[in-house]
């Protein structure tokens, strides 16, 4: 086939075949005259011999390839002349249809990763479910969650007979290594037949045994084919080679497939038998009591059966496995399973990056009609202003279907330009993208069938959007008139389509500003939120110990690991450029534990809500920059044994103490009876940026035994960035066998909830400047085209005394009657479109009228500087030239 | 020597064939494949020379054979011929079809005929 289009493309010139018929009479000539004929004989008896040579040259030419090939490559040719000769023409046009083609190819590119294409490497997905559990309680929004109990994975495994097989997984990090190599892997613990269902084999080895689901005694291991290769630079002798997990060695025993990310598309270092949880987790999480809910639970329909029946299944043997339980009538009883597919995005839980996502991909959409509308308007106007030379074409006999033919040809050269551009452009664009939308995947490559086929779809059907207006036109124009006047006439009347067209972009661009607008509002007022911790100079750094619930239960190993604490801050502290350094036992904006807190007398219900609970360090709250509203913070003198003071956050003070002054007097905190609060803070995010803040109850970490610390927060001078080399080194002098030190400016634990946010409000912002740009290139060509064609017009109104003032309001009236009339639409369109943002929007009405307004306004402003060119021309037309020119 | 009314004049099919059984053997100019068929066929089949060069621009059309200008045994420049490996299939497969036709041929004929 190649073959073909090569001969195609290139053929075989007539000359060379006739060079080849003469040397075979040249050859047969001397032939017969090596048997004895005369010279002149043997050239007429080849010649004889061979025939007509000018038939055979015609059987030759016909032989090459068909017509309409030939037909065809005149107009590619014609095309590719037209597009050499008119740069500028073709630039505009290619590039505008490469950005909107280039964004589609990005956005395709994220959402197929996100929600079409099944995970890589697993068989029969379309079977395979994650699980999901919904507690409907009357009056409140069902909230689904993935993450259950050992217990329910044991009963669905066992009583859903709908299922061939039920795995579970649990993912997580985990410290390998020690001192500087020290680093943090991404794991998932799996039940052995996780693999079989996924219908995974090993490159090398073998994956776990049954045996070893609950058992972790083993010490088995098995890496991605990634980390076989970059740590064990594809050791063909991995088996029985050790990694140290959490300070044990396990033995590695085989080697996923080479991009196997589970059914998640987050990366994976290693894989653990579940039964690790039990050391990482605590010695109970297998256990029927365990009131731990971390596990996914996946499970493969039989093929004869259904998911609603599964469903049915799974509910039921969920509420079985439950009945028992405490308080099995306000939770359980009303439980219900919902088979989801294996991708998370497309699962019943909210997920901010595929809303974001199917979200850009339909605004790339909208940029892609408007740059496909903007080339249909310039090959339009082109062909009117080629009115003459088409006029004369089919006057010499080209028919209608070859000038459509020609005109289509000329919009998919376009196209076809675009589509290469547009890959350079999606090369860049889906590795940012990507990095926002999906940090933690594997970066794709362009090169992709899927990917490729798309962008060639695309580019086809712009490419004939673009080029559909004009052919019609072409097809329909009557061309007679045009020959032998000297003008072309009737242009200015014929403008219509192009009006609309241009209309269409105003409204489109009107509807992205708009967009843009409120994104970009939206996102400043979640960045404007007050998060209680002064995250551009706060660093916190926590550091793997063994395990924490280990230190918890054994007061050895916590004072230890305070100790090691405690000496670290000292170090951090005498960094340069540290400000300050304090310690506490939790992340600044979640949570670990709660605890109660009520005035004495006021003790609350059973069951009843708690704030959290947060031991702190010295100078805990000048590091993190948290406000005080009342009273004092802690003294020096507080942070030691039996202190029995606290500090609470606004949140708190109001929802637990809300009787009389809350420094007075005593207060209960967990079992301390008499404890006084001495000051009230700002209160400070809670994990959602947008839900409830706060609620935390300070305590002396010194005051208390109990209290295990887990991260130290720093206040950094200047740019905390910068310093944390020096830090993790300060950190790590204190024992060189420390497991993985994590050092992240704080803000970055908020980074998950702005990332989406702050990619729409960009990319809502870059669409938005480009459909004012396209706007404005289709403005100024319908008004160029029509001041040239209306020259003629514009001289004898001057001639008869028209002044220059009153040609330019001519002109701009035009402009902006088509201006106005788009940015009516447009608004229009938004407000019909405000419902469905409104759920992605914080802070700013959908229909702000502000943000209306000055898109309008940008749109007018435009429209009078695309004018400014065509209305200098149009009062520079000379009456004199024009009217001698008839 | 053969006389004219015993030559076969060449169905377009068959030259095709002939012209990919003779590239099979070798490295062939025009004229040499004309020679070539009609030396093999014993003077049986002769090659219109006029035929022969659209034929052949059409087997190279279709990607069966490949040319290259070069210089004949008596020093003539001309255009030489030669198989590919698609050429080299489409030649096992005509052969093929061309002897189940002829074995059909013969079945339908019988055993041979006396004059009568």
Redesign the interface.
């Known amino acids: 086939m190649l073959?073909?289009i090569w001969?195609w493309l290139r053929p075989?010139s007539n000359d060379d075949?006739a060079?080849?018929?003469a040397?075979?009479l040249?050859?047969?000539t001397?032939?017969l005259v090596a048997s004895g004929m005369s010279e002149s004989d043997a050239r007429i008896a080849a010649r004889r011999?061979?025939?007509?040579p000018t038939?055979?040259r015609e059987?030759?030419h016909d032989?090459?390839?068909p017509v309409f090939i030939e037909s065809l490559l005149q107009d590619v040719r014609y095309g590719l002349r037209g597009m050499r000769r008119n740069p500028s023409f073709t630039a505009i046009a290619v590039i505008s249809l490469a950005i909107g083609i280039g964004a589609n190819t990005t956005m395709f590119g994220t959402l197929d990763a996100l929600l079409l294409r099944g995970p890589a490497h697993v068989v029969d997905a379309d079977r395979t479910s994650k699980l999901y559990f919904e507690f409907p309680r009357p009056g409140e929004p069902s909230i689904p969650s993935a993450n259950q109990g050992y217990r329910t994975y044991t009963a669905i495994r066992d009583h859903a007979s709908g299922f061939e097989s039920v795995a579970a997984y649990w993912t997580n990090k985990v410290t390998s290594g020690s001192g500087p190599d020290a680093r943090l892997l991404d794991f998932v613990a799996v039940t052995p037949n996780y693999f079989s269902m996924l219908g995974i084999h090993p490159v090398v080895g073998r994956f776990f045994g049954d045996e070893e689901e609950r058992d972790d005694n083993g010490h088995v291991a098995v890496i991605a084919a990634e980390l076989w290769r970059s740590t064990y630079g594809g050791d063909p002798n991995i088996l029985g080679r050790t990694i140290d997990i959490h300070g044990t060695a396990y033995r590695i025993v085989g080697v996923t497939p080479e991009g196997f990310t589970g059914v998640n598309l987050s990366r994976v270092d290693i894989w653990l038998p579940l039964g690790i949880a039990r050391s990482l987790l605590g010695p109970t999480v297998l256990e029927r009591h365990s009131g731990a809910y971390w596990l996914n639970i996946l499970g493969k329909r039989r093929l004869s059966v259904s998911p609603d029946r599964v469903a049915t299944e799974v509910t039921a043997a969920f509420r079985e496995e439950w009945r028992d339980a405490p308080r099995y009538k306000e939770r359980f009883a009303t439980a219900r399973a919902i088979i989801g597919p294996l991708q998370q995005a497309r699962g019943p839980t909210d997920d901010l990056a595929s809303r974001a996502s199917i979200w850009i991909g339909a605004v790339s959409l909208l940029v892609l009609l408007l740059a496909s509308t903007n080339v249909a308007n310039l090959l339009l106007l082109r062909s009117l202003s080629r009115s003459r030379e088409v006029a004369v074409r089919v006057s010499l006999g080209a028919s209608r279907g070859r000038l459509i033919q020609q005109s289509l040809v000329e919009g998919m050269l376009i196209a076809a330009s675009a589509v290469v551009c547009a890959l350079f452009v999606a090369r860049w664009s889906a590795a940012s993208v990507n990095a926002f939308l999906l940090p933690k995947a594997r970066p794709t490559s362009i090169i992709d069938p899927r990917l490729l086929t798309f962008t060639a779809a695309v580019g086809l059907g712009s490419g004939l959007i673009a080029a559909l207006a004009p052919a019609l036109v072409t097809a329909r124009r009557e061309f007679a008139k045009y020959l032998g006047s000297g003008r072309m006439a009737g242009g200015p009347q014929r403008v219509g389509l192009q009006r609309f067209l241009i209309g269409l972009q105003v409204a489109l661009a009107l509807v992205l500003l708009v967009g843009a607008g409120l994104f970009v509002t939206s996102f400043r007022q979640i960045r404007a939120i007050d998060l209680g911790v002064d995250v551009d100079h706060v660093l916190s750094v926590s550091v793997a110990f063994g395990s924490i619930q280990e230190s918890l239960r054994d007061p050895g190993a916590r004072a230890t690991a305070n100790a090691l604490f405690g000496e670290m801050v000292d170090r951090v502290r005498r960094v340069p450029g540290v400000a300050r350094a304090s310690t506490s036992t939790g992340s600044a904006f979640a949570a670990s534990s709660a605890t109660a807190l009520f005035r004495p007398g006021h003790s609350p219900a059973q069951g009843s809500p708690v704030p959290f609970f947060r031991a702190v360090g010295t100078d805990y709250f000048q590091t993190t920059g948290t406000a005080l509203v009342r009273g004092r913070l802690f003294s020096p003198d507080d942070h030691r044994p039996n202190s029995h003071v606290i500090i609470v956050d606004e949140s708190a003070a109001k929802r637990f103490l809300p009787e009389g002054n809350v420094l007075e007097g005593c207060v209960v905190v967990g079992s301390d009876p008499c404890v006084h609060v001495v000051g009230v803070v700002k209160d400070a995010v809670m994990w959602d940026m947008l839900g409830d803040k706060g609620q935390i109850v300070y305590r002396p970490i010194e005051s208390f035994d109990g209290g295990t610390i887990t991260t130290i927060v720093i206040r950094a001078a200047g740019d905390p960035v910068g310093l944390i080399p020096a830090i993790r080194a300060a950190v790590q002098s204190v024992s060189p066998t420390l497991p993985w030190v994590d050092i992240h400016p704080v803000g970055q634990d908020l980074d998950p909830q702005l990332r989406p946010r702050r990619i729409s409000a960009s990319i809502f912002a870059v669409f938005g400047i480009l459909a004012l740009g396209l706007a404005a290139v289709g403005l100024y060509g319908l008004l160029a085209y029509a001041v040239a064609q209306r020259s003629h017009e514009i001289g004898v109104r001057k001639a008869l005394g028209a002044a220059d003032a009153g040609i330019a309001r001519l002109i701009l009236r035009g402009a902006l009657g088509i201006t106005v009339s788009g940015v009516v639409t447009g608004v229009v369109a938004s407000l019909a479109a405000s419902k469905l943002v409104a759920s992605q929007l914080y802070g700013v009405s959908p229909r702000d009228p502000m943000i209306i307004a000055v898109s309008a306004a940008s749109l007018i402003v435009v429209t009078i500087i695309a004018a400014l060119v065509p209305v200098r021309r149009a009062t520079r037309v000379d009456p004199v030239i024009t009217l001698r020119a008839d | 020597m053969t006389t004219k009314s015993e030559r076969a004049a060449l169905l377009q099919g068959t030259l095709d064939l002939l012209v990919l059984r003779t590239l099979a053997l070798g490295r062939y100019?025009?004229?040499g494949i004309a020679l070539a068929i009609q030396s093999s066929s014993q003077g049986a089949l002769l090659v219109?020379?006029?035929s022969l060069?659209?034929a052949l621009?059409?087997l190279?059309?279709?990607?069966w054979i490949r040319a290259e200008w070069g210089v004949?045994d008596?020093n003539?420049?001309?255009?030489f011929y030669e198989l590919t490996a698609?050429g080299r299939k489409q030649l096992l497969r005509e052969a093929d079809e061309w002897r189940r036709l002829s074995q059909a041929v013969s079945l339908v004929l019988g055993p041979e005929l006396s004059g009568g």
């Open positions: 073959h073909r001969q075989r075949f060079n080849e018929v040397s075979h040249q050859i047969e001397d032939r011999a061979f025939g007509s038939s055979v059987r030759f032989s090459r390839r | 100019h025009g004229h219109d020379h006029g060069y659209p621009q059409r190279e059309a279709s990607g004949s008596n003539r420049r001309a255009r698609a």
